[in-house]
């Protein structure tokens, strides 16, 4: 290895002590460890220009490693992204852009939010699988628009994790050989040695997910990490993993080796000690000599030719198949959904009863040729969830043009992965049953923490599952959702609603939807319209100007709501039915339209909804009443279970008694 190079991985260690010693708080482990393999893949492999960070073709990196990010906010500094040495100086301070953990949208140069272990794993195979597909629909022979790798680092925590077995199960059996892991092996997790509690051969377990496995032995050496790099860039069937040998915290001689090196400080008197034994030219703070800048530079503008070559040959792809340059803008318009809402045949539907997650899966099949970018699947449960769109292939080894995905029973990897679709273009929706949404949530949440539109479509919603049981019955779920922030549960009640709900998903910029759909018939409710797209509205009113009471329900409880009026009404009581498809869009208008839904004159309010009430006293109040589920389901026929548990016409209409002291 030259002295410049030595100097500029050395930057990275000296750069990564200052920021986290300074901040009082991070992890120096990892940086100290990684620092030669962050050095050798940004600098001599892989394909950016920090100028242009959403260039199409550009070369991934995802640090699923995330406390380790000192390492990669080093990094950008270094490759010239814009991030300065003040703000390496800020590291974990309000409002900087070096945050903790990374986070996408936030620091320039970020391609993903990471933090919970393996989840960059899986977001790395969803990149990937982005790749292969534009590839095979956009590409033309001499013109390889679509060519480029997803890297993703990682350590012994990640591989700890199961979501990482459940990510590259399917992406070795996809043979996603563009996906090359790098897994930084330094055997020490925060309460020591990783054989107390992993002790497994990772390269075998690879080897049986249909990876590629090399190792490099020493993981200060850059030229062997390069080499084995290459070696996995060389194989155009599988993915591959590196297993590098590292040790955590290297050059720091009290600490190195050790778990007090992993999310500590090192201490004054070792990053002294570091610089020392690093040979540093100078013990003053965040100091990197002007050679190893200008050698980064270097690195960059060595760089650029193959930028310009792309760019001179997209061009030409361009104006040699105009068709397909209309394509791929077509792929890649966030807004080209936005005409639905004037598009007469989409918000048409047969005026039957009709289970909602059948009246999804009309809706999938009408967006399939509205939105080319639409791809997605479920969690071995399309039959069920009904989320093939019909005449689409599905993606495979043998097959890229596929928009159909078969995820496999791997619930949060498929969360994961369909974020690193969307993070690619896609629009991408994933699908299982609502009550197994508990094994999906962490990925749902940080599609809203990255502020991307990800569609979770939850189908067998209550205790309509029937009988399958309380094991399949969601009671508690929607709360949870209800509870994320720039999160959107929609409960529709009918096809207008459903139609709705879908509307609102492929339409959003920046708010993960969830979609939570029924497995019984419910009937087309008259007076149901495009204002469920404000969340919730007046499905039938009242004869009064002011209503003696109003009913909230949502889904499959609407119905519940507009029987019980035709009943009170007969008593002489006069009743304004609110649909609320969806609490978080409400919640969001104007006061001055909620007030016109739910005037606050109006005390006497009964909210329905055959799950959790939790969240509900925001709009029931004090007076109200509930007419909900207060414990777990039941195995028995839907109908059955409804009555059982008084979620029912009857319930609804004594709840609106009491509430006006009747």
């Known amino acids: 290895m030259k002295d410049i190079d030595t100097m500029s991985v050395n930057a990275i260690r000296v750069l990564s002590a200052d920021a986290i010693q300074k901040a009082k708080s991070g992890h120096p482990g990892l940086p100290l460890g990684c620092a030669a393999v962050g050095y050798e893949l940004w600098g001599k492999i892989m394909n950016f220009n920090p100028e242009d960070v959403d260039w199409l073709n550009r070369d991934r990196f995802i640090l699923s490693g995330g406390h380790g990010s000192m390492l990669l906010y080093s990094l950008l500094h270094l490759f010239g992204f814009g991030l300065t040495k003040e703000d390496l100086m800020q590291f974990r301070q309000l409002d900087s852009l070096t945050p903790g953990h990374p986070e996408y949208k936030h620091t320039r140069g970020v391609e993903a939010t990471t933090g919970p272990l393996g989840a960059g794993m899986g977001m790395a195979v969803g990149m990937a699988i982005a790749e ?20 993703v680092l990682g350590g012994d925590g990640c591989m700890m994790e199961g979501i990482s077995s459940e ?10 050989s563009k996906l090359i892991v790098l897994y930084d092996s330094n055997k020490i997790s925060i309460e020591g040695s990783t054989d107390i509690a992993f002790t497994e051969n990772v390269q075998k377990r690879f080897e049986s997910f249909g990876f590629q496995t090399l190792t490099v032995e020493n993981g200060n050496d850059p030229e062997e990490i390069g080499n084995a790099i290459k070696a996995a860039q060389a194989d155009k069937v599988r993915p591959s993993l590196i297993t590098i040998k590292t040790k955590i ?3 720091c001689p009290a600490k190195e080796g050790t778990a007090k090196a992993h999310g500590e400080p090192l201490g004054e008197e070792n990053v002294a000690a570091l610089k020392e034994n690093l040979e540093w030219p100078s013990k003053e703070p965040f100091f990197v000599p002007d050679e190893v800048y200008d050698n980064y530079k270097k690195l960059v503008s060595d760089k650029k030719p193959a930028y310009d070559e792309w760019q001179k040959m997209f061009a030409e792809y361009c104006e040699k198949f105009p068709e397909m340059k209309e394509a791929l803008d077509k792929e890649f318009d966030p807004s080209v959904a936005e005409a639905l809402i004037d598009d007469e045949d989409y918000w048409k539907f047969e005026d039957k009863p009709q289970a909602t ?18 791809m997605g699947g479920s969690a071995d449960l399309s039959p069920s969830t009904k989320t093939e769109m019909k005449g689409e292939p599905y993606f495979s080894k043998d097959n890229r043009l596929g928009r159909n995905m078969h995820f496999g029973i791997r619930e949060l990897a498929m969360g994961a992965i369909g974020n690193g679709m969307m ?3 896609l629009r991408a929706y994933v699908s299982t049953f609502f009550v197994f949404s508990d094994y999906l949530k962490p990925m749902a949440r940080l599609a809203a923490i990255m502020k991307i539109p990800t569609i979770f479509v939850l189908t067998h919603d209550s205790i309509g599952v029937g009988e399958d049981g309380p094991t399949h019955e969601p009671i508690e779920q929607l709360a949870m959702f209800r509870a994320m922030p720039n999160f959107n549960v929609w409960r529709p009640a009918d096809a207008t609603e459903t139609l709705a709900s879908w509307y609102a998903a492929v339409t959003s910029k920046e708010t993960p939807n969830a979609m939570v759909f029924t497995r019984q018939n419910l009937p087309q409710l008259k007076g149901s319209s495009k204002e469920a797209l404000k969340g919730g509205y007046v499905l039938a009113d009242s004869d009064k100007e002011t209503p003696d009471a109003i009913v909230i329900a949502s ?6 709501g507009v029987e019980a009026k035709e009943a009170l009404k007969a008593e002489g009581i006069d009743v304004r039915v609110v649909s609320m498809p969806c609490m978080d869009v409400f919640d ?3 006061d001055e339209y909620k007030e016109k839904v739910l005037p606050k004159s109006v005390r006497a309010r009964v909210g329905v909804e055959a799950l959790s009430d939790f969240g509900w006293g925001k709009y029931i109040g004090l007076d109200g009443e509930m007419v909900s589920m207060h414990s777990f389901g039941a195995s028995a026929p839907a109908n059955l279970l409804f009555e059982k548990f008084g979620i029912n016409t009857d319930a609804v209409v004594a709840a609106v008694k009491k509430t006006l002291g009747k």
């Open 167 to 176: 990510a590259f199960s399917l992406a070795g059996t996809l043979g996603l």
């Open 132 to 151: 292969e597909h534009f590839a095979a629909k956009f590409n033309k022979p001499g013109y390889p628009v679509f060519d480029h790798y997803t890297y």
């Open 423 to 425: 993070l690619s273009g």
């Open 555 to 560: 889904g499959s409880e609407v119905q519940l």
């Open 588 to 590: 969001a208008q104007s």
């Open 249 to 251: 915290g290297w050059g």
């Open 357 to 374: 997650r059948n009246l999804s899966g009309d809706v999938i099949n009408k967006l399939k040729d509205r939105i080319p970018s639409l």
